[in-house]
């Protein structure tokens, strides 16, 4: 089945400063790729999402980066505040697993100001 | 209105109970899961049911048995529970369901289990 990897595991940053998250993927028919953030107690989030026919999308300070070839796909974030602050999960979907997302095991950003 | 709603959001109880987190969606989403997060933080698929049919059941114990009584439902037993059940459990939705992938999936606020 689906396997997905996120990188790094912990990120610390200073405020103002960019942070980029990068995750690779094994099902080559997965073609959906979305970006959640989970603050402390609370559910994971959709940021953004990116699908299999599209290389790039920005949201103001937050962009994915999508590689079909190499199977990875990258979250960055400009302009670091401190309410980012959060766990960032990177998923799959659309290949053997269907519509149901496959996580990476998640990434801990901290922001310092 | 919570689109996504689950109860008890908080459950502490003792090892060999037996019980069950309710989950409702008022999405007219065709698709449900069930996740669970465990202490590492990490989400991992349950089960999937569209339109009540079970499409995905991940290894899980046969201890966990979901019940969907309509498409807006999706509930969750659990039989004699163990410590290593204490988890965070996610329900979610989607519009769309199996093959139909991109879409996006929405999560309950979450029942905090505690086996003790």
């Known amino acids: 089945g689906e396997n997905v990897e996120q990188h790094p595991s912990t990120l610390s940053v200073q405020e103002g400063d960019s942070a980029v998250i990068k995750c690779t993927y094994s099902?080559?028919?997965?073609?959906?790729f979305p970006w959640y953030k989970q603050e402390l107690g609370k559910r994971p989030q959709l940021i953004i999402d990116i699908r299999s026919n599209v290389g790039e999308k920005k949201d103001q300070r937050i962009a994915v980066t999508l590689n079909k070839t190499a199977k990875h796909f990258s979250l960055h974030i400009t302009e670091t505040q401190p309410e980012d602050s959060a766990v960032y999960f990177c998923a799959s979907s659309g290949g053997q697993a269907g519509t149901a997302l496959i996580f990476g095991k998640g990434t801990t950003l901290s922001v310092s100001s | 209105d919570t689109a996504v709603s689950q109860t008890p959001k908080y459950l502490v109880t003792q090892m060999g109970n037996d019980k069950s987190i309710k989950c409702e969606q008022n999405l007219g989403h065709d698709t449900m899961y069930w996740y669970k997060q465990d202490s590492k933080k990490f989400l991992k698929i349950m089960f999937s049911y569209n339109n009540k049919e079970l499409i995905i059941n991940e290894t899980v114990p046969n201890r966990f048995s979901p019940k969907s009584p309509d498409k807006a439902h999706l509930n969750l037993h659990i039989n004699s529970l163990e410590l290593g059940d204490s988890a965070v459990y996610f329900c979610?939705?989607?519009?769309?369901?199996?093959?139909?992938?991109?879409?996006?999936?929405?999560f309950g606020e979450g029942s905090w289990l505690t086996v003790v």
């Open positions: 979610a939705s989607s519009p769309r369901g199996t093959g139909s992938s991109g879409n996006t999936i929405y």
């Open positions: 099902d080559s028919a997965s073609n959906y």
